[in-house]
């Protein structure tokens, strides 16, 4: 009988996926003597989504049972991860079972006062009359958000047009400017779209992998296992300061000198053309400003860039031969290049390196960017930060016109400028010009370079209110108005990860308590606004899908031919373009197989620039260059959602750990396992040393997750993308007490 009710369990389709336990537990459990199965023996569904933490998007099984989730597993024919999962992936359901979740609102009268609960009406009436008093007096660039690339695109989307067109506020900007702002500028100046043109596919693809900047081992270690499925042994370089776990597997570490890439990127250039490497073809009838670029390159010979960047000229010589010999060269890179004070012409110089060689739009190739965050892409496109929805501009009166049609507006309730800058709010609040900022699911008071500052500026609003999954981050316990919101599993949307796909992200569990879905706190607040007629039709998620289906038309993200969520579901994601006409099957895509560009005249523009000098180079004082990084891949930025783990926690190791090269730390009589000082102009933290030959001399490594950290940090920024240079300012350690 028991096998008969297993295999009439296993017609359920939901079952047949099942990876969990039970079967075992058919197995070992009695059926009653009425012939009924047990309580314990409910039939678990099963709801596949994607992961809410890295770009990767790995699709997830949820499996529950009383309808709550109980169990993880990662979803085998899912054509992004195959089965695979990291340990973030796994441990996902923590945080949404967290014993210290917000669940109601709470407001602070007084400065430094307690904070008092109250009720959703009451909180939204607080949030509205206190913003319309900062808006009347001060106007319209009297009150910013920040907002974070983890929540879904539809939310993003309420955001942005509810603050900016229905509120009629200007400034709104994301933590995405802290890892994707890089990307997003140089890919539009380059190919006239922020388009990352590969598919992961390429990992596997690739007889020579380039990674700049990039340690997917710990920051995507799912990518890591596509490049490790790769049969055509591949040649694998990593040009990073630190002999990182992806620098220790692959078969050639470059170590270049922190902020040494762009000259050696310009070295690497002019040895490909020096060993007849350059696609003729390729650059004649794809691109633009080739022959100033080689021009430029003539002051950037192996020999001359080899000392800045701490490379010989023979090893870039070296590389260039591999490069200009190979048929499928792919290019990589992350958080090493966009975070640096001249990111947006360093990620332009890898981009040109791929347009100069003909790696573009064919198997294995590439100029390819690996984003940060889980829904990074879905905020660059639809935000209304940067562009208009979809990339349009906020400068265009059509693109005005579009977008109020599309909202059901008078053209003149559209910004004509675009947001200031993350950094350039902060400025703002600093000035008085900014009084009421409204942070949602981001945690700057850890996060921001220069925390210290930040701290002492978000103290000088007049209203700050947070809104978050936990009352108890260092940016929430600073708030005048806490708002408790849903988390990752607690509400339905769509992420679009690196590889420009876009997935459906499932509801699997309630909220706590009062938490509420981002979706709703945004759309409550904006009813009660008034002025947003938009929201009579954006009433769920999907509707939201849809409307952003129509902005996408006829731009490069068009993926108006995509049937719903049920579509998304049913083809484990698909990739824009996706426009009206499209069918499934098409597989994994690349962009630009045609050669064909997104700029006016369909090619690319090489773009390129001096490398100027590190903001803060070293000295007598401070003659250690301070790198930060992720440091596990159990941890995710400040620990929000996975410190909630005891698994991860347990996993994350030392957060704290100061990595310091042997010889460094015996010139200054240190040793592992010591307590030590990091210090560097603008604050000072304290760390336990790790003595690891990898970091290099003269460089010390501390991950990103630690709170401490950014005491330390050096606020500089691209001048293009305005992302903060994290990974390279000049400190000293010695021993504490
Ligand atoms: Fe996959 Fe990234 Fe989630 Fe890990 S964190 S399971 S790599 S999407």
């Known amino acids: 009988m028991l096998k008969s009710m297993v295999q009439s369990l296993w017609k359920n389709p939901g079952l047949r996926r099942f990876d969990g336990p039970l079967t075992e537990l058919l197995q070992?459990?009695?059926?009653?003597?009425?012939?009924?199965?047990?309580?314990?023996?409910?039939?678990?569904?099963?709801?596949?989504?994607?992961?809410?933490?890295?770009?990767?998007?790995c699709g997830l099984q949820v499996h529950r049972r009383g309808g709550q989730p109980v169990n993880i597993t990662p979803a085998r024919g899912y054509p992004v991860n195959l089965g695979m999962a990291?340990?973030?992936?796994?441990?996902?359901?923590?945080?949404?079972?967290?014993?210290?979740?917000?669940?109601?609102?709470?407001?602070?009268?007084?400065?430094?006062?307690?904070?008092?609960?109250?009720?959703?009406?009451?909180?939204?009436?607080?949030?509205?009359?206190?913003?319309?008093?900062?808006?009347?007096?001060?106007?319209?660039?009297?009150?910013?958000?920040?907002?974070?690339?983890?929540?879904?695109?539809?939310?993003?989307?309420?955001?942005?047009?509810?603050?900016?067109?229905?509120?009629?506020?200007?400034?709104?900007?994301?933590?995405?400017?802290?890892?994707?702002?890089?990307t997003h500028v140089a890919y539009r100046e380059s190919l006239g779209f922020d388009a990352p043109p590969f598919s992961y596919r390429d990992f596997e693809e690739s007889d020579l992998l380039i990674f700049v900047g990039a340690n997917p081992c710990i920051a995507h270690p799912i990518l890591w296992q596509r490049v490790l499925m790769n049969r055509r042994n591949p040649w694998i370089v990593v040009i990073d300061p630190r002999r990182t776990e992806t620098a220790s597997a692959a078969q050639q570490h470059i170590a270049v000198n922190p902020r040494g890439d762009l000259g050696l990127l310009y070295g690497l250039a002019k040895a490909v053309i020096d060993a007849g490497g350059v696609c003729s073809e390729y650059v004649r009838d794809h691109t633009e400003g080739y022959e100033a670029f080689a021009e430029f390159l003539e002051d950037f010979t192996p020999e001359r860039v080899a000392e800045a960047c701490g490379v010989s000229a023979e090893v870039i010589r070296g590389l260039a031969e591999r490069i200009s010999r190979t048929e499928r060269v792919s290019f990589w890179w992350t958080m090493g290049v966009n975070q640096g004070y001249e990111a947006v012409r360093t990620a332009q110089a890898i981009i040109n390196l791929a347009l100069m060689t003909g790696n573009m739009g064919r198997p294995g190739t590439g100029a390819n960017s690996i984003t940060g965050q889980c829904n990074a892409m879905g905020s660059r496109l639809f935000a209304m930060t940067g562009t208009l929805p979809?990339?349009?501009?906020?400068?265009?009166?059509?693109?005005?016109?579009?977008?109020?049609?599309?909202?059901?507006?008078?053209?003149?309730?559209?910004?004509?400028?675009?947001?200031?800058?993350?950094?350039?709010?902060?400025?703002?609040?600093?000035?008085?010009?900014?009084?009421?900022?409204?942070?949602?699911?981001?945690?700057?008071?850890?996060?921001?370079?220069?925390?210290?500052?930040?701290?002492?500026?978000?103290?000088?609003?007049?209203?700050?209110?947070?809104?978050?999954?936990?009352?108890?981050?260092?940016?929430?316990?600073?708030?005048?108005?806490?708002?408790?919101?849903?988390?990752?599993?607690?509400?339905?949307?769509?992420?679009?990860?690196?590889?420009?796909?876009?997935?459906?992200?499932?509801?699997?569990?309630?909220?706590?308590?009062?938490?509420?879905?981002?979706?709703e706190i945004f759309r409550r607040i904006g009813l009660h606004w008034g002025g947003c007629p938009w929201l009579e039709a954006w009433t769920e998620p999907e509707a939201v899908f849809q409307a952003l289906q129509e902005a996408s038309k006829g731009k490069p993200c068009d993926h108006s031919g995509v049937q719903g969520y049920a579509d998304l579901r049913e083809q484990?994601?698909?990739?824009?373009?996706?426009?009206?006409?499209?069918?499934?099957?098409?597989?994994?895509?690349?962009?630009?197989?045609?050669?064909?560009?997104?700029?006016?005249?369909?090619?690319?523009?090489?773009?390129?620039?001096?490398?100027?000098?590190?903001?803060?180079?070293?000295?007598?004082?401070?003659?250690?260059?301070?790198?930060?990084?992720?440091?596990?891949?159990?941890?995710?930025?400040?620990g929000t959602r996975t410190s909630r783990s005891a698994v991860l926690r347990a996993l994350s190791g030392m957060a704290d750990r100061v990595e310091m090269h042997p010889e460094d730390a015996r010139k200054r009589g240190l040793r592992s396992g010591q307590r030590v000082v990091v210090e560097s102009r603008r604050g000072k933290m304290e760390g336990t040393l790790c003595e690891e030959v990898g970091v290099g001399r003269g460089r010390i490594f501390i991950p990103m997750h630690d709170g401490e950290v950014n005491r330390l940090t050096l606020a500089a920024f691209d001048p293009y993308s305005r992302q903060p240079s994290y990974k390279a300012c000049a400190v000293e350690v010695r021993a504490a007490g």
């Open 28 to 57: 070992r459990q009695p059926v009653d003597g009425a012939g009924q199965i047990p309580v314990s023996l409910v039939p678990s569904e099963m709801i596949e989504t994607v992961c809410g933490f890295c770009s990767t998007g």
């Open 572 to 638: 484990g994601g698909i990739q824009w373009p996706y426009p009206n006409g499209s069918h499934p099957g098409e597989g994994e895509r690349r962009l630009f197989e045609d050669g064909r560009f997104f700029r006016e005249n369909g090619r690319a523009l090489f773009c390129f620039e001096a490398p100027a000098p590190n903001p803060e180079a070293v000295d007598a004082a401070y003659p250690l260059v301070l790198i930060t990084g992720r440091g596990s891949s159990a941890e995710w930025h400040t």
């Open 86 to 182: 990291c340990p973030k992936g796994w441990e996902a359901l923590a945080p949404l079972k967290a014993a210290d979740r917000g669940v109601m609102p709470l407001l602070r009268t007084e400065k430094g006062g307690p904070r008092e609960t109250l009720g959703w009406d009451e909180a939204v009436d607080v949030f509205v009359e206190k913003v319309r008093g900062l808006k009347e007096r001060y106007g319209e660039e009297s009150c910013a958000f920040i907002w974070t690339g983890q929540m879904p695109t539809e939310e993003i989307a309420m955001l942005g047009t509810v603050f900016k067109v229905g509120m009629g506020f200007v400034h709104g900007d994301s933590n995405t400017r802290q890892c994707m702002a890089t």
């Open 390 to 519: 979809a990339g349009r501009d906020f400068g265009s009166p059509a693109d005005r016109g579009f977008t109020a049609d599309w909202l059901g507006v008078d053209p003149a309730r559209i910004p004509e400028r675009k947001s200031l800058e993350y950094d350039r709010i902060l400025e703002g609040v600093e000035s008085g010009r900014i009084r009421g900022l409204w942070i949602i699911a981001t945690n700057p008071a850890h996060s921001w370079i220069g925390r210290r500052a930040l701290r002492e500026l978000l103290g000088k609003l007049e209203f700050l209110v947070v809104q978050d999954l936990f009352a108890d981050t260092e940016t929430a316990e600073l708030a005048d108005l806490y708002l408790p919101a849903a988390g990752w599993g607690e509400k339905a949307g769509t992420f679009i990860n690196s590889e420009r796909r876009i997935s459906y992200t499932a509801k699997v569990a309630e909220p706590p308590g009062g938490a509420l879905p981002d979706f």
